[in-house]
């Protein structure tokens, strides 16, 4: 079998990172993509100009994002799985972050993926043969809602609803597979050097201080990123791969408290939601 040919974004720290050394360690070929990926190093785990490429990509461009693509397929001739990596963290109340930070997070969280993932498509279709995985990085955060992360949620939220759509809207024969990974707390920067905080404190939330408590978070978290990358690509190699996956035995156990209370809340109301169909009204 020839190898798979990677391109992942955001590699310069943290599961990009650790998910390039893991794929060169299983014989399979990397794009490794960096908003500056002159600083890309994995000389040391096996990079070379037969399994390794490095390509600036800046998610918000398009014009960055189609370059990269171009890049991979001169350079390896197909792309076999996008790992949509790229992101970062917005810690803060809702009401002491900006809109100029909270469009930012959008714009490189949601908005920059769906390009990524709209070019993937059209290359993946466009291959011979046909397919490929596509991989969103989502959280935890995108299925269960954390104070102080309102928009960082919400960007990972949306991510979850574009996937999984998404997933319904492409034909089988093109042998295309979505996967929204979603991890818990791990030990990269994310919660530390990558992180960004709320510029102006809203006096009105005195009882909260996210940057306290993130900066006690930090690398103290249960999830080791060499681990997660081996999950990405067990992930990203198997036969049939999920349209979602919890990573974490925080994220776990958070998950299965939020269906307990889905099941009690959906229990609870169960005469209301089934009460405002038309009288007589039969589904087909």
Request: charged share 20%; with cysteine.
């Amino acid at each position: 079998m020839a190898p798979r040919v990677f391109l992942i974004t955001g590699t310069s720290t943290g599961f990009g990172s650790e998910l390039v050394k893991t794929v060169l360690f299983n014989g399979d070929v990397v794009v490794a993509t960096a908003r500056n990926s002159s600083k890309l190093d994995f000389s040391s785990h096996g990079a070379n100009s037969h399994t390794f490429l490095s390509v600036d990509l800046d998610v918000t461009s398009k014009g960055s994002i189609n370059a990269a693509f171009d890049a991979a397929l001169e350079k390896f001739g197909r792309v076999d799985v996008v790992v949509n990596n790229a992101g970062y963290g917005l810690a803060g109340e809702f009401e002491s972050l900006s809109e100029r930070q909270i469009r930012t997070q959008m714009e490189v969280n949601f908005f920059g993926l769906i390009d990524v993932t709209r070019k993937a498509c059209e290359v993946m279709r466009n291959q011979k043969p046909q397919g490929g995985v596509i991989q969103q990085i989502t959280s935890i955060g995108g299925q269960v809602g954390v104070p102080t992360f309102t928009i960082y949620c919400a960007s990972k939220w949306a991510v979850e609803g574009f996937t999984e759509a998404l997933q319904q809207e492409l034909k089988p024969e093109w042998n295309i597979h979505l996967t929204c990974i979603e991890p818990g707390g791990f030990r990269t920067d994310w919660a530390g050097r990558s992180m960004d905080f709320a510029e102006n404190k809203n006096p009105a939330y005195d009882h909260i201080d996210a940057r306290a408590a993130m900066g006690k978070r930090h690398m103290q978290q249960a999830g080791d990123p060499p681990k997660a990358a081996e999950a990405f690509y067990k992930l990203a190699t198997m036969k049939d791969p999920p349209i979602r996956c919890i990573l974490g035995s925080d994220a776990y156990s958070k998950i299965n408290q939020k269906l307990q209370d889905y099941k009690v809340n959906i229990e609870r109301f169960q005469e209301l939601s089934n009460s405002t169909d038309v009288d007589g009204y039969k589904a087909p």
